[in-house]
């Protein structure tokens, strides 16, 4: 299977995809660098200077800024938290012999569907919404103060409405990977006389530790860059609570106008984003190979 | 295992499944619900039983016709899922039949482009667009979609590939087929369920990106999102009218999920089954 | 032609929008293409846009933040060619004079609106009040108070609370405003630790705890305007364009019951908020279609415009407070209950002088600098969190010292 | 202590009757094979035994108590696995060990346990390995490990060989039936390969489409098979059968005659052939012959027999070792 | 028109040198049979054969003509894998056709040499099925029928019958022999089943560690073995090599001595030893006998050979049939 020419063949293919993002990641990237060091208002373009590291030593003393990392890391862990939990426990589900198994799975997997924006616009308006939310009716169906989910708890309001989101994506992975899992290892465990739960603890669980794997690297890449959901529901507050890294370069972009120092906060997203996959495929790479 | 299931445990598990698959479809029921109500029973507190307007449709498509941006829709995401596929075919080909220590390196790479915050780099790149006349051009954003989405595709088509025997190919080049139609004849056809559910994913993903559709885009170019953006908080509360549009702008994706969701769950492993 | 026309997705443009035929048979060769967009995503696009010389749009929606800084950019063409009846004296002086750049017209206003008390008549009644002429602060939170009757699910008063430089922060620069605050002294210093602001953030904490709807934190103006129209509260101070939606029986249910007053003051001081606010149409610099684009933008700001609406869909849907042709129209009076009070406010605020004590910067419950944005944001935040009941009044203020001074030292206003 | 007994067990899939009715006795310590074409139900009725699956109708009792309706674990068997069933995330000593694990004994009994029986089996330098980590040899050890372990009253095996080379084959036939001597426990044993059938078996099973076609020791099978189809399926090379003129002169409607039981003579015999193919192991030579007026037959030669594709040779049955079946293809 | 020669053809996988040098000698018509022990080099040479590999060193001439640098479609050789190799997605009928499209051949003709080679093969009433609704051996006849359409110079199998059980095994072995009478081609055949190497080959190849350890005809091979190696590899069961006094005596290292040459008696020869495995197939007896001061020596006697575990019994080799070794291993 590996010849001269295929390999050279090999060097060939790959080039496309290689080049493309190549080209991709480099002149946004570069000309993020540059902007980066760069006094570069959007609004003043006439006043375009050298700032040498000040965006940096900027974004950096912003007083979101560890604030937003730490925000960054709660809405991966905490949806990567739910989605995987929940995600096994439906995959378990779902996995049982039920009636209208189909039409269960199309209600489940739907979520997926549905466009960021719109999922919080929903979630915003007519789910958690204070007054007319539908929670707000169930806690007031049962005597109780309805929550105003966005101030008391906006952290945990995104996490929710963005694990809803990708729920979906969690239970189709795991309940793949749980179909595949051996007949004759299952039953060769139901002679060894292993209950359900054990069975689930020492045969099927690990035999979902690749999927999981899957799961959250996937889920890592796009949670890393949460903000629609933040933009239309809490716009980053109150405080900084629900603010994270790309919300606040968001903030820095597109309400400053500052060029530059949300290029410096792009170029720190991305330092941190591989800090991240690195240390992700430490701990779960070896999980992905064979 | 094929022991009787005893009818009890699959009443249990169904009651189960329906509830938990009701409360998680809750939300987009009940917008469904919601753009068919008037907007003071919008507001008037939880109610499952709408008064059956389509009033809210009438209006949102007299407002924003709402053919044009699906038109736009189903372009950019068809088009630039087709580019993407075209692009990491081969890549992903010489990726699973010809790796070399560095393969997982490259994957992780490119997969790693796909953590760059679009914020950060909407100047850089508008500057570009501008430049090259882009600018609200659905080729334009096909091909940023293309790049945005083209790491994903090909590491999915990665693990397909690499699940599939290299013998195969193998004996399909002892039969004298060319690089070319080992792919076209061989390779593809074997791998139909990874590419048609690595296509949907992409599809879906195209379809519900939000950033760059938006900002990039005016008139010509403006897919469905841009279409809701137009509906987000106007003067009121129009929470009927935004349900409305909000079902137009998901309804094709959603179908579609759902009739080709077999597929997507066949497909949908990236190689963490086995 | 096609000229391309970005606009925010308020009932105005809308309605607009449905009426454009009148235009289009008047101008054949001239076609519209319409992007309808939310207020915050309209006003990143069309900055980055003409910040970079994109060439997107041939008419922009803006509002009279922007026209000054763009104008004085040289981002904006000049409305030099309105046409010979279209009557440029007509509009409201203070509406004008923030859209006039060294006497040069920039952007011309669709409607305009300025803040006022809108409150429950019958509400007042039942607790025995009588709202004054020019009410004060003092009275206001008095009469919160006394109205609230939180088992009846009424609110004393319904404020903005929901983080924003153009939601929590208008109102809130319009109360400092009252209160005899400002945002900056003449050396751009930063005035949070000032008392004026101390004592206006810490009244309206506490009439928004005392007084306020659940959630208050996340409302915005749709929110209060919800709540306002289902007869949740007693008094609503907002833009005056409210006006027109809780008198209108269709959609409030407090319909007959409203009335309307000054924006409050300060016992003791001469200052009604100043709040000033006007979407306007601006042609950027860099369309090719200057000409055609000005022949519709006079359709849209004229006063045949108006009769069009009026025609078409009832005079209280005219977009109010751009003319005082409008307001003199015995029809409009008639139709609009809120005409004179509306006036009234409009006239009240001048934004070249919003502040008791002299400021650097024109703007009434904004600042006219182009990083008033994201310090408005950036405060807004804090002080919602404050309203949220996550930060105290100090905390929030000595926060939103020190991040402005940081922003204006970066900005290069404070050497 | 480990008797197995089935009675009128019948088992169906929906409509299709897998099983009709089975009857059938094992004994304590017995070493029994099940043998049958592909598809004739081995597996389905290993699997009843097991409590894998729920019989459709009749019973099963072990030690003569009643376990039909129990479950798996609680029937005290234990299962080795065709794919082997590892736990392929666990090493060999955790494989072993799991069931003992699930009975909650205490960890040094474990330990002790998995040792011995690592012992016995060869597998104690290979305790800290992932069964992928493994030859196909040792993982079947090690499913045997972990069924030992639990000192069941029968061992259930599912062609557990069928997954390895010829000759590993032969080594792990070997020391199954050296672990049947050690043990003495019942074992029952599905498998399609003669060889292992023949050598291993104390009581050949042969099933079809459900049913028994014979129950015997290997050799009754070999020497005496109740009817045509198990004269055909014992023994390798198959069986000739022929039918016609010298069946009749037989008083037979088939006359059954092994390869092996043919003597073979480039000179003279009762029957003359033509070689179509003649295959020379060193050891043996098998030949196929084309005989005038018989048909084709397969017959056994020593290595030396010196015969080429082509060549005439003389055939003649051994008497003594004919088979006569009569036209209902039972043995007479 | 099908000779092939290897000449110091060597290969390394990075480091490891799988192949340090060969040369051999493949005339047309011939069926070349590799065999040796797991992972000594079998698959990777026929690879080299085949150009899906390239030489590290060497050259590979088919045909006297050089292709050591010519891609695998361009060496007109066909290949037949373990797995069959069969394209899933398409029928029967386009699996076979599929060279003849590649080499863009016209359709009648096509269609014509697919309905000759079903014809051959009997595959033609299976030809518009897929093959997941085909058994193994027709799967196998079908990745044959891909091969024999294009009419290659040689074909190559790389064990092509593993995965078959051992009844189709036997079949298939005849349809694959009677196929090289009929086509005359030149086949190269990897295996490592003693009986398909010595039923199916012109000359074995026999590899160990990449090297050729001898290469010869079936028989030579199992009457001459050149070396130990040789010896204990070709011929099943196992030769049993003695060493020690008896060695000593017959002037050599090593004495080799194969089961079936041994003559067993109840009564008498000229060791003693007792029956540790007696495997009773019914045509044979196979006895693993622990014989006094030799050892343990495996033996075959004919299926009436009365004989049990513990049994006394005594052998006597067949002195005509010793094989001696020296200390090399080399054969005297
Ligand atoms: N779960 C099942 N559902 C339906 N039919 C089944 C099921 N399991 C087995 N069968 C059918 O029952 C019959 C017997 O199957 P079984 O597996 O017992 O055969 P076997 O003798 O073990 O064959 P093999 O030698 O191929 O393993 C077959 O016809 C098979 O198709
Ligand atoms: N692509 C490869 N990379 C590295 N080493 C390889 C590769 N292919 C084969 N080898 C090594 O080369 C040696 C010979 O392998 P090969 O497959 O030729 O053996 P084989 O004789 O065919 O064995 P088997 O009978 O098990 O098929 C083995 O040690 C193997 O590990
Ligand atoms: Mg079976
Ligand atoms: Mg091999």
């Known amino acids: 299977m590996a010849t001269h020419n295929t390999k050279a063949l090999a060097r060939l293919m790959m080039a496309p995809s290689v080049v493309l993002l190549l080209v991709w990641m480099i002149v946004p990237l570069s000309m993020t660098l540059w902007f980066s060091f760069q006094n570069y208002n959007l609004l003043s373009p006439g006043n375009v200077s050298f700032a040498g590291f000040f965006n940096y030593r900027y974004f950096y003393s912003d007083p979101a800024f560890f604030q937003s990392i730490w925000n960054t890391l709660m809405i991966v862990g905490g949806v990567l938290l739910i989605t995987v939990i929940g995600g096994t426990f439906l995959a378990l589900l779902l996995d049982q012999p039920i009636f209208g198994q189909g039409i269960v799975r199309i209600l489940v997997i739907s979520p997926f569907f549905v466009m960021p924006p719109v999922a919080a616009l929903v979630w915003k308006n007519m789910i958690m919404h204070p007054g007319y939310g539908v929670f707000a009716d169930i806690s007031r169906l049962f005597g109780t103060t309805p929550i105003d989910w966005f101030a008391q708890y906006p952290l945990l309001s995104i996490v929710i409405i963005v694990a809803w989101q990708w729920l979906p994506f969690a239970t189709l992975i795991l309940l793949t990977a749980l179909q595949s899992l051996d007949s004759e290892q299952r039953e060769a465990a139901e002679m060894d006389g292993a209950s359900f739960i054990s069975r689930f603890i020492y045969l099927t669980l690990p035999h979902l530790a690749r999927a999981m794997t899957v799961v959250i690297l996937i889920q890592t890449i796009f949670l890393l860059g949460v903000y629609a959901e933040i933009l239309v529901t809490t716009n980053g507050g109150p405080g900084y609570a629900s603010t994270n890294l790309p919300f606040l370069i968001y903030r820095t972009a597109l309400l400053g106008y500052d060029v530059g120092g949300a290029s410096a906060g792009g170029i720190i997203a991305i330092i941190l984003a591989n800090i991240v996959a690195i240390f992700l495929m430490r701990a779960v790479g070896k999980n992905l190979d064979r | ?274 | ?415 | ?332």
Not at chain 2, 36 to 49: D, N, V, Y
Not at chain 3, 76 to 86: F, S
Not at chain 3, 274 to 300: D, G, M, T, V, Y
């Open chain 3, 1 to 415: 032609e096609t000229l391309t026309i970005a606009t925010v997705n308020n009932g105005d443009m809308i309605r607009m929008q449905g009426l454009t035929e009148d235009f289009t048979s008047k101008n054949p060769d001239i076609e519209l293409e319409w992007v309808t967009l939310e207020e915050n995503v309209l006003r990143e696009r069309v900055t980055t846009d003409i910040a970079t010389s994109g060439g997107q749009y041939d008419i922009m929606t803006i509002g009279n933040y922007e026209v000054p800084i763009w104008a004085k950019q040289g981002w904006l063409t000049e409305l030099a060619d309105l046409g010979d009846d279209y009557d440029v004296d007509d509009l409201l002086p203070s509406i004008r004079g923030g859209l006039t750049v060294e006497d040069k017209l920039y952007a011309a206003p669709f409607y305009g609106e300025s803040a006022m008390i809108m409150y429950r008549k019958d509400l007042f009644e039942k607790a025995g009040l009588e709202m004054p002429e020019n009410p004060t602060w003092e009275f206001i939170g008095d009469a919160a108070r006394k109205i609230t009757d939180r088992s009846a699910d009424i609110n004393g008063i319904c404020l903005r609370g929901k983080a924003g430089w153009g939601e929590n922060m208008a109102f809130i620069t319009a109360l400092t405003n009252s209160y005899g605050g400002r945002w900056f002294d003449e050396n751009w210093q930063p005035q949070f630790d000032q008392p004026e602001w101390k004592e206006a953030l810490q009244f309206y904490v506490d009439l928004m705890k005392d007084a306020g709807p659940s959630g208050a934190s996340s409302n915005g103006f749709n929110e209060n305007l919800t709540l306002f129209q289902q007869g949740k509260c007693g008094m609503w101070i907002d833009a005056t364009v409210a006006a027109s939606f809780v008198s209108n029986p269709d959609d409030s249910t407090v319909a007959d019951k409203v009335d309307y007053a000054l924006f409050p003051s300060k016992e003791g001081v001469d200052n009604n908020g100043n709040w000033l606010w006007s979407w306007n149409l601006a042609i950027p610099a860099s369309s090719q279609k200057a000409e055609a684009a000005q022949k519709f933008i006079a359709w849209a700001t004229s006063e045949d415009y108006a009769k069009l609406v009026a025609s078409k869909e009832g005079w209280a849907n005219v977009p109010p407070g751009t003319r005082t042709s409008l307001y003199e129209s015995a029809e409009y009076k008639e139709a609009a209950a809120f005409a004179e009070p509306t006036l009234a406010a409009m006239n009240a605020a001048d934004i070249t002088k919003p502040t008791v004590e002299p400021v650097p910067y024109t703007g009434g419950q904004f600042v006219a600098i182009p990083e008033f944005q994201a310090i408005g944001t950036n405060v807004g935040q804090l002080f919602s969190a404050v309203v949220a009941g996550q930060s105290s009044v100090e905390d929030a203020l000595a926060q939103a010292q020190s991040a402005t001074v940081r922003e204006m030292t970066r900005a290069g206003y404070i050497k």
């Open chain 2, 1 to 274: 295992m094929a022991r009787a299931v005893t009818n009890r445990h699959k009443v249990i598990a169904t009651i189960a499944a329906w509830l938990i698959a009701f409360v998680i479809f809750f939300p987009i029921l009940y917008t469904l619900l919601t753009s068919i109500k008037t907007e003071s029973e919008a507001i008037a507190g939880f109610s499952l039983i709408p008064s059956g307007t389509f009033e809210n449709y009438i209006t949102v498509q007299t407002r924003n016709g709402y053919f044009k941006p699906f038109m736009n829709s189903v372009v950019l995401s068809v088009g630039s899922t087709i580019l993407a596929l075209i692009i990491a075919v081969p890549a992903a080909w010489a990726m699973a039949f010809s790796p070399t220590k560095w393969t997982k390196e490259i994957l992780m790479w490119m997969l790693s482009t796909k953590m760059m915050p679009a914020v950060a780099v909407l100047v850089p790149i508008y500057l570009l667009f501008r430049d090259f006349g882009l600018l609200d051009t659905r080729i334009g954003l096909m091909v940023m979609l293309t790049l945005i989405n083209l790491p994903i595709v090909v590491w999915m088509l990665y693990t397909y590939f690499r699940e599939i025997p290299g013998e195969i190919l193998e004996a399909a080049r002892m039969d004298g087929a060319g690089l070319w139609q080992e792919i076209v004849y061989v390779l593809t056809p074997m791998a139909l369920p990874g590419i048609a559910s690595t296509f949907l994913l992409n599809i879906i993903l195209a379809w519900n990106e939000s950033f760059w559709t938006i900002r990039l885009t005016a008139v010509d170019a403006a897919p469905l999102t841009a279409f809701i953006a137009s509906f987000s908080s106007p003067q009121g509360l129009f929470w009927a009218k935004l349900s409305a549009a909000s079902t137009m702008a998901i309804a094709p994706i959603l179908i579609l999920g759902w009739f080709s969701q077999k597929q997507l769950v066949r497909g949908l492993t990236f190689g963490a089954v086995k």
């Open chain 4, 1 to 332: 202590m480990g008797s197995i007994t089935l009675n009128k067990v019948s088992k169906s899939f929906g409509e299709a009757k897998v099983i009709p009715s089975i009857d059938l006795e094992i004994q304590d310590g017995e070493f029994v094979v099940f043998v049958g074409p592909s598809g004739c139900g081995k597996s389905t009725l290993l699997r009843l035994i097991a409590g894998l699956e729920d019989v459709s109708g009749g019973s099963i009792l072990i030690d003569g108590q009643d376990v039909t309706g129990k479950a798996p674990a609680q029937r005290r068997l234990a299962m080795v696995f065709q794919s082997y069933a590892l736990y392929p995330h666990m090493s060999v000593r955790k494989n072993i060990a799991f069931p003992l694990k699930m009975a909650k004994m205490d960890k040094a009994a474990i330990d002790q346990k998995v040792a011995d029986a690592a012992g016995i089996l060869n597998l104690t330098d290979y305790l800290e390995r992932r069964p992928s980590q493994l030859s196909g040899g040792q993982r079947q050890r090690v499913a045997i490990g972990r069924a030992i372990v639990r000192e069941p009253t029968a061992f259930l095996f599912d062609e557990p060989l069928s997954n390895l080379d010829a000759s590993l084959r032969g080594t792990m036939r070997l020391e199954i039936s050296q672990l049947h001597n050690q043990l003495k426990t019942t074992m029952v044993y599905v498998t399609h390969d003669q060889v292992e059938a023949m050598t291993m078996a104390d009581k050949i099973v042969v099933l079809n489409r459900g049913n028994i076609e014979q129950v015997g020791s290997p050799l009754d099978l070999y020497s005496s098979p109740r009817n045509l189809f198990v004269a055909g399926f014992i023994g390798s090379p198959k069986m000739n059968l022929i039918e016609g003129e010298y069946a009749r002169s037989k008083n037979a409607k088939t006359v059954g005659i092994r390869p092996e039981h043919l003597v073979l003579s480039h000179e003279s015999g009762l029957w003359t052939g033509k070689v179509t193919v003649a295959e020379h192991l060193g050891s043996d030579t098998f030949l196929h012959v084309e005989v005038e007026g018989i048909g084709q037959i397969n017959a056994r030669a020593d290595g030396e027999f010196g015969a080429r594709h082509g060549d005439q040779i003389f055939l003649t049955p051994t008497e003594t070792k004919l088979h006569r079946f009569d036209d209902k293809g039972l043995a007479i």
